[in-house]
Protein backbone atom coordinates (compact mmCIF):
# COMPACT_ATOMS: atom_id res chain seq x y z
CA UNK A 1 0.00 0.00 0.00
CA UNK A 2 2.87 2.39 0.73
CA UNK A 3 4.68 1.62 -2.56
CA UNK A 4 1.17 2.93 -4.35
CA UNK A 5 1.33 6.27 -2.66
CA UNK A 6 4.97 6.71 -3.79
CA UNK A 7 3.76 6.12 -7.14
CA UNK A 8 1.29 7.90 -6.80
CA UNK A 9 3.31 11.39 -5.73
CA UNK A 10 5.26 10.69 -8.23
CA UNK A 11 3.18 10.94 -11.16
CA UNK A 12 1.33 13.81 -9.29
CA UNK A 13 5.23 15.51 -8.81
CA UNK A 14 6.01 14.69 -12.59
CA UNK A 15 1.93 16.38 -13.72
CA UNK A 16 2.89 19.62 -11.37
CA UNK A 17 6.71 20.17 -12.82
CA UNK A 18 5.11 19.99 -16.26
CA UNK A 19 2.31 22.16 -15.92
CA UNK A 20 5.02 24.62 -14.19
CA UNK A 21 7.55 24.13 -17.40
CA UNK A 22 4.65 25.01 -19.86
CA UNK A 23 3.96 28.13 -17.85
CA UNK A 24 7.43 28.85 -17.80
CA UNK A 25 8.25 28.18 -21.48
CA UNK A 26 4.30 30.12 -22.94
CA UNK A 27 6.21 33.72 -22.36
CA UNK A 28 9.79 32.86 -23.65
CA UNK A 29 8.13 31.50 -26.87
CA UNK A 30 5.62 34.95 -27.28
CA UNK A 31 8.66 37.02 -26.54
CA UNK A 32 10.93 35.06 -29.57
CA UNK A 33 7.74 35.55 -31.41
CA UNK A 34 7.15 39.32 -30.73
CA UNK A 35 11.13 39.94 -31.36
CA UNK A 36 10.80 38.16 -34.88
CA UNK A 37 7.65 39.23 -36.04
CA UNK A 38 9.13 43.09 -35.42
CA UNK A 39 12.80 42.59 -37.07
CA UNK A 40 10.25 41.22 -40.13
CA UNK A 41 8.03 44.69 -39.44
CA UNK A 42 11.62 46.70 -39.32
CA UNK A 43 12.62 44.88 -43.05
CA UNK A 44 9.33 45.99 -44.20
CA UNK A 45 9.95 49.75 -43.24
CA UNK A 46 13.03 49.90 -44.58
CA UNK A 47 11.92 48.55 -48.06
CA UNK A 48 9.41 50.74 -47.84
CA UNK A 49 11.40 53.39 -47.19
CA UNK A 50 14.04 52.66 -49.75
CA UNK A 51 11.46 52.05 -52.54
CA UNK A 52 8.88 54.83 -51.10
CA UNK A 53 11.68 57.55 -52.13
CA UNK A 54 10.93 56.99 -55.67
CA UNK A 55 7.84 58.46 -54.98
CA UNK A 56 8.36 60.71 -51.91
CA UNK A 57 6.85 57.97 -48.93
CA UNK A 58 9.09 57.98 -46.09
CA UNK A 59 7.75 56.46 -42.98
CA UNK A 60 10.20 56.80 -39.85
CA UNK A 61 11.31 54.25 -38.29
CA UNK A 62 10.48 54.21 -34.40
CA UNK A 63 9.84 51.54 -31.75
CA UNK A 64 5.72 52.19 -32.56
CA UNK A 65 6.01 51.78 -36.38
CA UNK A 66 8.39 48.97 -36.16
CA UNK A 67 5.94 47.23 -34.08
CA UNK A 68 2.77 48.01 -35.86
CA UNK A 69 4.26 46.78 -38.68
CA UNK A 70 5.57 43.66 -37.10
CA UNK A 71 2.23 42.76 -35.41
CA UNK A 72 0.07 43.35 -38.48
CA UNK A 73 2.40 42.49 -41.47
CA UNK A 74 1.73 43.93 -44.78
CA UNK A 75 -1.46 45.41 -43.89
CA UNK A 76 0.01 47.22 -40.77
CA UNK A 77 2.50 49.02 -43.40
CA UNK A 78 -0.05 50.15 -45.85
CA UNK A 79 -1.92 51.31 -42.58
CA UNK A 80 1.52 53.36 -41.67
CA UNK A 81 1.74 54.52 -45.61
CA UNK A 82 -2.00 55.77 -45.62
CA UNK A 83 -1.21 57.64 -42.41
CA UNK A 84 1.87 59.28 -43.59
CA UNK A 85 -0.67 60.27 -47.02
CA UNK A 86 -3.06 61.75 -44.57
CA UNK A 87 -0.56 63.83 -42.55
CA UNK A 88 1.35 65.23 -45.42
Not at 48 to 68: E, K, M, Q
Amino acid sequence: MESLNIIIAALFLLAVIYIIAQVAVKPIKLLWKLVLNSAIGLGLLLLTNYFGAFVDVNLPINILTVLIAGFLGIPGVVLLIGFSLLIT
